[in-house]
Every structure is written in C-alpha cells, then in structure tokens.
C-alpha cells in the first residue's frame, strides 16, 4: 500500500497542469507545514528563527516548470535577488537551486549563463550555492554544467542520491575536484535499471557514500531525517576523528523539528532547507511519497479551509 502511495504522489508531483494549477491558487491545503511562505521576506524571517536556534539554512525559491528563456531568467533573478537578501539582512543561510529552473530543459548554454550570473553574485558575498540534485533524466547534464564551472567557481556543490546505482562512481570521482557534497536518498521515481527499487539497499548504500565522502575529507553535508544513518554518521567521525566543522547535517524544513534541535544541542552543525515561493505542489507531493502519513496534515489543511 505504502508503495502504490508513493508512487501515486510522485505522480501528482510531476503533474504539470496540477502545478500550474496550484501556483495560481497559492499556498494552501497544509502547504506551509513543508514552506516557508510565498514571498522571500518570508523564507528569510523564517531563516531568521531558525539562526536563533543554532541551526543554519539554505534557502530554495521553488520551481519546479519552467519552459520559456523568460521564465528561467527570472528564476536567476530571484535567485540573485535571494543571494543579495542574505547578505543584507545578515542571517547564516546559503542557496539552493534546481538546474531545470535555470532553464536547462530550454538550452544548456541558458542554464550556463544563469549560473555563472548566479556564481558571479555568490562570489561577491563569499556565499555558497548548492545545486539540488532532480530525476534521472538531468543527471548527466548537470555533472557537465558541474564540469563547466569548476575550474572558474568553488563556490558550489552538487547532491548524490543513495539511490542510484552509480553513486558511489560518483562520489569518488567528484573527490577529485574536492566537491562539496549534499548526501541524500533521493527523491523521485526512478526505473530499477538504474536505482535500487528496495529501501534496505538504498539505505546500505547511503551508509556507504557518507562514509566515502566523510574519508575523503571533503566537506558532507548529510541530508536526512534517518535516525539510523544519523547514528551512523555520528559513530562514524568519533571513530575517525572527523572535526565536526567538516560535516554537517540538514534537514527539511518542518520535518522532525526535535530531532533537528537535539543535534545542535549535541554541538552537530545543523541546516535547514527552506523552500518559499507560490510553485509549491511538486515539492509537497513529493514530501507526501516520503512519507504518506503526512496526508493527514494535507486532510486537515482542507477541513480547516
Ligand atoms: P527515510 O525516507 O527513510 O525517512 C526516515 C524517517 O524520517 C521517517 O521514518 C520519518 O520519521 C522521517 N521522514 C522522512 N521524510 C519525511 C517526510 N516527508 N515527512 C515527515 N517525516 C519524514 N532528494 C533529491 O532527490 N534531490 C535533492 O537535491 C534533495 N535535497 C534534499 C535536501 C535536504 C536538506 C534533505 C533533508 C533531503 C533532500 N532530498 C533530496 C530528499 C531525500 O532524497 C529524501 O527523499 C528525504 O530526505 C527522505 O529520506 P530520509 O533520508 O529522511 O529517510
């Protein structure tokens, strides 16, 4: 049952008439338990809340289709437009993004320039920008915009999901380029040809880049709510004497908010990914597969209406 759930909202979540639907009625059926508003003052009030707990964050201007040279350059835009907020207003945060809203459906040479445009900014404010990793279908595109721009930025990372047969190919080949790297599951449907249909698999094969990437002594950010990889991780640089400021780990806004504070209690570096913006539905549904119990929260959204 869990499965045909999850298979269920991972296909609303790339409903493209659904998204588009949803963007013009706003934030709402319990959307804001995963985002933080629809405008960027609100995603940095709430980074702000978040600085005073000791956690850091990342910031996410959701998008999830764009199909007009237009559209991708105004997602640079706000992008810049977030980049030049955190400066200004000072909070501890950085950026992510997704290749497909910089236009790399439209034209790579497109999402190119957004992201040198972007990289350019960044620089500037000494600030870090992560590149989210999306379906298998962009890997192979975004490993050459990753290629395109190493030799000109440092300041940017990529995400490796636990899913794919490949990763750990992938992560020790990015340990050459001393890549800062987002370790996660991964999130979208993915054919058994390529990713690991059974959860225990992906899960040992988390273990297994974490460990990688921890070892290379390239900076991981470990990215789930997992309590079993967190206690892994944690085994895992006690044992090899890993400092603590060359990890962290990251959680999504909303989702397991005690445990989120318990690790900064422990003195872990902590960050949150907040998403904000009115192209909320993907990134919701895609909460849901995660974790279909969360339909509760969706139910209780409408009732309240
Ligand atoms: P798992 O799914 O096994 O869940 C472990 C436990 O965590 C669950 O039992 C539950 O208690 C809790 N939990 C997990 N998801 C929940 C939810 N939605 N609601 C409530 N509780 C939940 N993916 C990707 O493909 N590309 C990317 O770029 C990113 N980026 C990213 C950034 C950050 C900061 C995080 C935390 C995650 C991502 N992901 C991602 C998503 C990731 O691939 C994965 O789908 C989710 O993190 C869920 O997997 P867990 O590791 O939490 O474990």
Known sequence: ???VLRNFFLYLANHQRLNQLAKKHGLR????RFVAGETLAEGIDVIKALNRQGMMATLDHLGEFVDSEEEANAMAEHCIEAIESIAKEKVDANLSLKLTSMGLDIAYDLCLHNMERILEVARKYRLFVRIDMEDYAHLENTFAIFHDLRERYDNF???????????????????EWKTNLRLVKGAYKES??????????????????????????????????DENMIAFTK??????????????????YGIRPELQKQLVREGYRVRI?????????????RRLAERP??????LKGIVKR
């Open 29 to 32: 059926f319990g959307g804001r």
């Open 157 to 175: 990372g990529l995400v490796i999901q636990a899913y794919l047969y490949r990763s750990v190919d992938d992560v020790k080949a990015l340990a």
């Open 1 to 3: 049952m869990e499965k």
């Open 235 to 252: 085994r895992l640089v006690k044992e090899r004497d890993i400092p603590l400021d060359r990890f962290e780990f990251q959680m999504l």
């Open 192 to 225: 058994p040809e390529v990713a690991f249909p059974d959860k225990k698999d992906v899960d040992e094969n988390y273990k297994k880049i974490i460990q990688l990437q921890l070892e290379s002594g390239n900076y991981a950010a470990v990215a789930t709510h």
């Open 293 to 298: 119990a969360n339909v509760a929260f969706v």
């Open 273 to 285: 990914y907040v998403p904000y913006g009115n192209d909320w539905f993907g990134y919701n549904m």
